[in-house]
Nanobody
Framework: QVQLVESGGGLVQPGGSLTLSCAAS????????MGWYRRAPEKQRELVAD???????NYADSVKGRFTISRDNAKNTVYLRMNSLKPEDTAIYYC???????????????WGQGTQVTVSS
């Protein structure tokens, strides 16, 4: 089976920076899209950024120019570098990874356990 482990959340002051990481491990044959979503209190989950296996990236308008998504294919890991953080970025951040399971060549689309990011002075 495939597991995802997220890390990097925490409390940061407005204007600060954080880097989230999400590592996939287990029976991985191939990984395609990797991304980050977030859910703020009393709001719906929204896409923050995602990246394809070819390196294309996509960002929510609210984070363009401040957040950067990247991936290390050798480590099956996706990162989210968050700069110039604002209080409205406060949310639980979830990574998502889509790929193919090496045990049975079945596709998978997994979610991380979530990591809290709080932006507050």
């Amino acid at each position: 089976q495939v597991q995802l482990v997220e890390s990097g959340g925490g409390l940061v002051q407005p204007g600060g920076s954080l880097t989230l990481s999400c590592a996939a491990s287990g029976s991985i044959r191939r990984i395609y899209n990797m991304g980050w979503y977030r859910r703020a209190p009393e709001k719906q989950r929204e896409l923050v950024a995602d990246t394809t296996s070819g390196g294309s990236t996509n960002y929510a308008d609210s984070v363009k120019g401040r957040f950067t998504i990247s991936r290390d294919n050798a480590k099956n890991t996706v990162y989210l570098r968050m700069n110039s953080l604002k209080p409205e970025d406060t949310a639980i951040y979830y990574c998502t990874v889509a790929g193919v399971d090496s045990r049975n060549y079945s596709p998978f689309n997994l979610w991380g356990q979530g990591t809290q990011v709080t932006v507050s002075s």
